[in-house]
């Protein structure tokens, strides 16, 4: 469904971002020989969560990178705190790897992630947004915006 231009304005001025989680879709050699591999993954900030990992993706055609999970935190500030929470947590079952990359313990399983996420959102007193939140709000605002005169 098309958002009319004064859900547009709302989403707009709302400015909410998103913490995704994006990484190879399967596990990748570290060196010649290597059986185990690695699963690299960063954790990124963004206001568009369906292209969080083009960027990392254009730049191999052998290891193409997804977006595990996308959790909606609200405004910027808020979306880097829950971030940093999570990168601190992920890094008790990851090692470093290149820049901001992280290499996933080969033991860890991928289907705990929402966990790890609830427990960075619990410890960071930042609130997830779930679809219906985001609705809501977006229409209060909308609404808001209709009665100051904006069509």
Known sequence: MALSPVEKEA????AHHYVCL?????RVPL????NVGGLGIRVVVTKDPKNAHRVDDQRSAFHPIRT???V??????????????LATLLGLHSDEARHTWR???PDFDMHFIDLLIGQAAESSGVDILDEHEHVK??????????RKGLR
Request: charged share 35%.
């Open 11 to 14: 989403e707009r001025q709302l």
């Open 22 to 26: 994006v990484g190879h879709v399967d």
């Open 31 to 34: 060196r010649p020989g290597d």
């Open 68 to 70: 595990w999970c996308a």
């Open 72 to 85: 909606n935190a609200g405004p910027k500030p808020k979306a880097e705190k829950l971030a940093e929470h």
């Open 103 to 105: 290499n996933i313990d």
């Open 137 to 146: 709000r977006r229409t209060a605002l909308a609404r808001k915006l209709m």
